[in-house]
């Protein structure tokens, strides 16, 4: 039987793993076109175009230049709002699918973390992940579903220009489709058939292709969106000339795909985290509450340390966007979008709150904490004031009166903090010290005994000071005293210093703390309630980001439906107003929590089983 | 068992936040006379006192002295008459502000000016097209390759400031022109790090020759009184004063190339 069953997992595997080699059938070899990777598109189109010329192939397929459309060439649903619809639907589908895309990484991750300690514990966190998202997963493929069907609807031009060029990843994307499916079917109803040994293996291959899978569609369907922003390998008419490839590899897909999987493993982590506060709240006795604060913490550590890396990822992927286009750019963040950045600002800032606030609720966990309570406030006193930094736009809302008397839409002193320089500058610092609370954490329920500890808090102090010392110098002389290009390069050695405090302070912690004496048991569940509306706020904070920021992407595109290639010319080829827009995607938050609150009622009802006494006939 | 304090906690907490309030107002309004403006400051104060609540409520300790009073004025028999005084106060300040914040004034609203114009890729000026993408300024190259020649042209340009844009932009190039007063918005501050410094050579010239008339259709209506230039200065001259604008200010345009 065992045999049998080795043989059929077996067979399906290696069906699946031939699935995974067979995409590139689908795409045509890699060209060089990342070397040459244009400036803006028509240079892309130039080099494309002279490409094709030189090599002549009689199979090529020639494509249709971009359709000039008038309004009538846009179908009507009398009653609906065509752009609001797709809008809305795309919206709830990438929201479902950033969750069910990073679910099975840091399943993956707990899975491998019980089966290397030996700790059960961790088996059942990470079944109790995946249960959570196969409902999300259903949710995703309908709302994809319903996104096709709206684009075929309302745009059926714009859909035909696209999938024309993108025939080959479309269908690539439905195999695989399929294949994630029953990966994750497997995954999921075979957690508790392949448990031990080779089995439990076999079990963690389906986790890496399940992940596999996953972010391959993920990067797929990346390249349909980037190439509306970025295309490649077209003409001024729109007329594509490249391959597959050519047009999945545009100027901005791997910015999009670097920052994308990072935010998808943050948003992960906080839907789950959310999950864990629900479960907490209404939790029965004890036993539930102490695991589903463990579930809780566990959760929050994922969002935190994926969100760390993660305004690295946006600032990357923002000086990607202003070297592929200025005008692009400007119009992002410091033209008509300007504005939702600072309500970005403020929900970051709602994020890094929460999830400090939620670290030092947790030291309450621990009877030793006393010891750090008190320099809670000075963590506060920087995390505010690098917020304030951190949101301080540079264009002023003013009354006119403020206008009159300050000469100007610019503030004399506070302009500075306008800039980007002050920006890198103060988030670095937030994560510094988002960092210092977690190690704060990490220790309050212990006493160190190796016989340096002294010396390693000293070393730890004074990395500390030094790091933050050069985050300063290198954010005030060269985002103010030097040309732009070092302005601009300055952000990376500020990264690297926060990124060397980081991980030198987690070494020194590691080996300074192991053997650690315990000051006393940690009691999991000794969380107040309000610890757990942290977790909600920041699963709240990065759902109505992600739909801020979303929109920002795709609205920088403005009139047009591919950038300077082929128009928009519907009804409503226009951007619309902030406050209009914020609506929008406030009521699409509002509908996907409430579709993440079904999912979690779900999960509950799933366990109950009622004993319907005198429903059923007794059988003899 | 919470020990006695000398200030209550709920009293620190309020005076903490009136005085962070009070704070920002006597730096900016009286010490350095730029004032704070309104909606920066209602933003500054909402994520103080978010910072401020947190560091009080982390405990269940500090939670429970914060709290504490607020549940014996709503729950204890003894405090009937403070309670009653302060279920009339907090509406009748509620009802002010709402009546200050909602009543009519002949203020102009205020206005989410978009103050940076996004370039277009291509625009057309002294009767020919320009790509802003790969235009660079003429007289950039002299700077290294014949610095007293840069000299004489940045003192040309220096020239052209002078007789045409210094009555709006100030002979310091601070935006303080003696007609700055009566527009609005007012003139560009070429001293500021966020104007000029962030920009390419490129931008300048397309603002500068196409004027307020130039700006894109999108974020549309722009209200800039900046004339169209390319009607009465030459090409090179506006190059020119472009060089100068980055002298006199000692900032550098905005480049992708190392230096």
Known sequence: ?620 | MTKKRLIPRLLQLALIIIGVYFSFILLFDVALHQIIPKSLLTMYMLFVVAGTVMVFTFTEEGAQELVGPIKALVEDPSKKMLRNIVFVIVPLLAGYYTYTSMMPSFEAPMELRTIHPAPPSKFKAFGKSYNLTTLENPFRKFEKEDPAKFKELVKEGGNVYIKNCQYCHGDKLDGNGPYASGLNPTPLNFQDVGTIAQLQESFLFWRIATGGPGLPAEAAPWISAMPVWQDYLTEDEIWKVILYLYDYTGRRPRSWANE
Not at chain 1, 376 to 381: D, E, G, H, L, M
Not at chain 1, 388 to 406: A, D, G, Q, Y
Not at chain 1, 449 to 458: E, F, I, L, P, Q
Request: hydrophobic share 55%.
């Open chain 1, 1 to 620: 039987m065992l045999k049998r069953n080795i043989r059929i997992i077996g067979v399906v595997f290696l069906l699946a793993i031939s699935a995974m080699f067979m995409l590139p059938a689908f795409m045509p070899a890699a060209s060089a076109s990342e070397a040459a990777a244009p400036t803006a598109a028509p240079a892309a189109a130039d080099s494309a175009a002279a490409k094709t010329a030189a090599v002549p192939d009689a199979n090529a397929v020639t494509y249709p230049p971009a359709p000039k459309l008038t309004a009538a060439d846009y179908p009507t649903v009398s009653g609906v709002n065509p752009r609001v619809a797709v809008w809305l639907v795309a919206q709830l589908h990438l929201w479902l699918g950033a969750f069910v895309v990073a679910v099975p990484m840091f399943v993956f991750i707990i899975e491998s973390i019980g089966m290397a300690t030996r700790d059960e514990r961790y088996d059942n966190m990470a079944y109790e992940f995946i249960k959570v998202s196969i409902t999300a997963y259903s949710l995703t493929a309908i709302m994809g579903g319903l996104l096709s069907f709206s684009l075929i609807l309302f745009y059926p031009d714009v859909f035909k220009y696209l999938a024309l060029i993108f025939k080959e990843s479309m269908f690539a994307y439905a195999l695989l489709f399929f294949a994630e499916s029953a990966v994750l079917y497997i995954y999921y109803y075979g957690w508790h058939w392949l448990q031990g040994g080779n089995r439990k293996w076999i079990h963690l291959t389906f986790g890496l292709l399940l992940n596999a899978f996953g972010i391959t569609l993920m990067l797929l369907a990346n390249s349909w969106t980037t190439f509306m922003m970025s295309p490649a390998a077209v003409d001024a008419a729109g007329v594509f000339n490249g391959n597959t490839w050519e047009a999945i590899h545009n100027f901005l897909w791997n910015p999009i795909n670097i920052h994308r999987v990072v935010a998808n493993v943050a948003y992960g982590g906080s839907i789950v985290g959310a999950y864990a506060g629900f479960k907490f709240l209404s939790a029965k006795n004890k036993e539930e509450r102490a695991h589903y604060d463990w579930v809780g913490y566990n959760a929050n550590f994922i969002a935190i340390a994926a969100l760390l890396p993660l305004p690295f990822a946006g600032y990357y992927l923002t000086a990607e966007l202003y070297a592929y286009s200025q005008q692009m750019g400007i119009t992002l963040m410091g033209g008509v979008f300007a504005w939702i950045f600072i309500i970005q600002a403020v929900l970051i800032g709602a994020l890094f709150l929460s999830a400090n606030y939620y670290l030092w609720c947790g030291m309450g966990r621990s009877d030793g904490a006393n010891r750090y309570n008190p320099r809670i406030k000075y963590i506060a006193i920087v995390l505010v004031a690098a917020f304030l930094v951190w949101f301080t736009p540079h264009t002023l809302v003013l009354t006119n009166s403020e206008l009159k008397s300050l000469g100007g839409p610019y503030h004399k002193y506070l302009g500075v903090f306008g800039i980007m320089p002050a920006k890198n500058t103060a988030v670095n610092f937030l994560l510094t010290f988002t960092f210092m609370s977690f190690m704060f954490y990490r220790r309050a329920n212990k006493i160190a005994t190796v016989s340096w500890a002294t010396t390693g808090n000293a070393i730890q102090i004074a990395l500390f000071t030094m790091g933050l010392i050069n985050i300063v110098t290198l954010g005030v002389y060269y985002g103010y005293f030097t040309n732009t290009v070092y302005k601009v390069a300055a952000s990376i050695p500020q990264v690297l210093t926060t990124l060397t405090i980081i991980i030198t302070s987690t070494i020194i912690d590691t080996l300074m703390y192991k053997g650690a004496k315990d000051v006393a048991p940690l009691h999991w569940g000794r969380m107040p309630a309000r610890s757990q509306y942290a977790l909600f706020l920041l699963a709240v904070s990065f759902t109505w980001l992600m739909g801020l920021m979303g929109y920002v992407r795709s609205g920088i595109r403005q009139h047009w439906h591919v950038s300077g290639i082929f128009r928009d010319a519907s009804p409503d080829a226009y951007t619309p107003t902030l406050g209009y827009a914020a609506n929008i995607i406030t009521i699409g938050t509002i509908i996907f929590m409430a579709m993440v609150i079904f999912v979690f009622w779900l999960s509950t009802i799933s366990g109950k089983h009622v004993v319907a006494k005198g429903y059923w006939k007794e059988q003899a």
